[in-house]
Nanobody
Framework: QVQLVESGGGLVQVGDSLRLSCAAS????????VAWFRQAPGKEREFVAA????????YYANSVRGRFTISRDNAKNMVYLQMNSLKPEDTALYYC??????????????????WGQGTQVTVSS
């Protein structure tokens, strides 16, 4: 099975950019569809973005579409989330998740069997 480790979070100002990274080990990441979720204090974990095995398909939550970009480099076993024009409402713990399937329910947390520990993103106004 695959192990996931997120990095790249931090404290930024409104309008700044961050790039989150999700590093995989244990198995080649090209065998997995990957998604980013986030969870703010007191709220449920919510879908942010997902990408298919080869990167040919990607989907975004309405709240981040046009500002965030998910990408992957299977040769490096990495998935990225480029976040631009950050807003205070983007503040959350961001998780990387993976599953061998690429299904229509890509936005459900229950779709994914493998999760990282999360990286904190805080956007200050």
């Amino acid at each position: 099975q695959v192990q996931l480790v997120e990095s790249g979070g931090g404290l930024v100002q409104v309008g700044d950019s961050l790039r989150l990274s999700c590093a995989a080990s244990g198995r080649t990441l090209s065998s997995y569809a990957v998604a980013w979720f986030r969870q703010a204090p007191g709220k449920e974990r919510e879908f942010v973005a997902a990408i298919s095995w080869t990167g040919g398909s990607s989907y975004y939550a309405n709240s981040v579409r046009g500002r965030f970009t998910i990408s992957r480099d299977n040769a490096k076993n990495m998935v990225y989330l480029q976040m631009n024009s950050l807003k205070p409402e983007d503040t959350a713990l961001y998780y990387c998740a993976a599953d061998e399937r690429w299904v229509a329910s890509y936005y459900y947390t229950s779709t994914y069997n493998y999760w990282g520990q999360g990286t904190q993103v805080t956007v200050s106004s």
